[in-house]
């Protein structure tokens, strides 16, 4: 089979994890159907275009089901069929120009999300605002997404875009339950007001993703370009990555997980607000691939 690792490193081993306490939530999705129960749009759409097979895309001409990774294109299915997600954030991927495009799932969240993705092949990047824009890689100051709307507030407010200062998050391990108004303030209110007052002035614009191996990974990351940007780190999630590899940790994300597991952290520790599936159809294209490629181990006898 192929080296296929195109997985996205998320989780720092030689971070302290006990510090990251997991919560109910998560030891529920890290149990054995981490795609179960999500709201998913229907997909029979996907069911007749796998029963009639490869088509070629009309753009390129490659042999493709579903859609065109390389042209970001549907191929055999049409774009009412599909559903389109609105994300809260502007999402930016960055993928190495050597890696095989039909390896990444970074293209699902492109075309599910049309209007708040942009995919970049490295070196073609562009200046990000570094008050403005994070990127998820578990370097050594990374923070994590409950963190990190505070941290670019420190940073526009110092000036600071040194990722060698001190690390914001362990001031804030104590700040964090302060409320932020004073008592001279009657207009601050109930915490809850505070919290989305809070939300109102968000100042996170943008979030980049490095989608390729991991020795690409670090190799891009320390891109001067990006070296400036606050680096978050999602929580120990387990991937459902069908191509796994040996010795990879099976903590390494496929691209699409990392999007949808930030934005889900993102949707509830930085809106405040409850999640109800917001964007599980981040997933339609790759939980329905999970299940095809499990049915074929089945029927194989290999599980
Ligand atoms: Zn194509």
Known sequence: MSSLDRHHPLYSSCRDKSAVPVDSSDVHELGEQPLQGLKLASQAVLDTAQQRGRLKCSKCGGSRMFFCYTCCSLVGVNTQDIPVIKLPVKIDIIKHPNETDGKSTAVHAKILAPNDVTMYTYPCIPEFEKDEVVLVFPGPGAVSVQDMIQCLRDRSNNGSVDPFDEPCVKRLKS???????????????????????????????????????????????????????????????????????????????????????????????????????EYDNLLFFYSYLHQLINKAKTSAGKC
């Not at 809850?192 to 390729?212: C, G, T």
């Open 175 to 277: 700040e964090v339950q302060t409320p932020t108004h004073t008592a001279k303030d009657p207009q601050s209110g109930t915490p809850d007001e505070a919290k989305s007052s809070e939300s109102s002035v968000n100042p996170l614009r943008r979030v980049v993703f490095i989608d390729s191996t991991w020795n690409q990974t670090n190799k891009i990351s320390t891109d001067e370009r990006l070296q400036g940007l606050l680096q978050v780190e999602l929580k120990m999630r387990k991937t459902c990555f069908w191509r796994s590899q040996k010795g990879k940790p099976d903590t390494y994300l496929a691209t699409i997980e990392a999007i949808y597991y930030f934005l889900k952290d993102f949707h509830q520790h930085c809106l405040g607000q409850e999640y109800s599936g």
